[in-house]
Nanobody, 119 residues
Framework: QVQLVESGGGLVQPGGSLRLSCAASGSIFSFDAMGWYRQAPGQQRELVAVMPSDGATNYADSVKGRFTISRDNAKSTVYLQMNSLKPEDTAVYYC?????????????WGRGTQVTVSS
């Protein structure tokens, strides 16, 4: 059973920074990709950043240059460093892990962590 546990959310002023962590049960080497999504009230869940197993990264246009996704394989943890935060970054942030098996993608989700950007 895959478990993903997010932490690091909170309340921050505009222009501030937060670092989210996602701790996975078991080795993250077993996943084909890991990433972060977010969902604001009344909005659909959207991709923020993703890191396939080859180490490449991809970001939503709205966070490029401000957010950085990284991983620590020894700790089975994926991070999202968020800088220059804006009120529109306010959302619940979810960690996602994907595994491709026989042409079927299996997605696993954490419970989410709230990020609020407000003065």
């Amino acid at each position: 059973q895959v478990q993903l546990v997010e932490s690091g959310g909170g309340l921050v002023q505009p222009g501030g920074s937060l670092r989210l962590s996602c701790a996975a049960s078991g080795s993250i080497f077993s996943f084909d990709a890991m990433g972060w999504y977010r969902q604001a009230p009344g909005q659909q869940r959207e991709l923020v950043a993703v890191m396939p197993s080859d180490g490449a990264t991809n970001y939503a246009d709205s966070v490029k240059g401000r957010f950085t996704i990284s991983r620590d394989n020894a700790k089975s943890t994926v991070y999202l460093q968020m800088n220059s935060l804006k009120p529109e970054d306010t959302a619940v942030y979810y960690c996602n892990a994907g595994r491709l098996i026989m042409a079927v993608i299996y997605n696993y989700w954490g419970r989410g962590t709230q990020v609020t950007v407000s003065s």
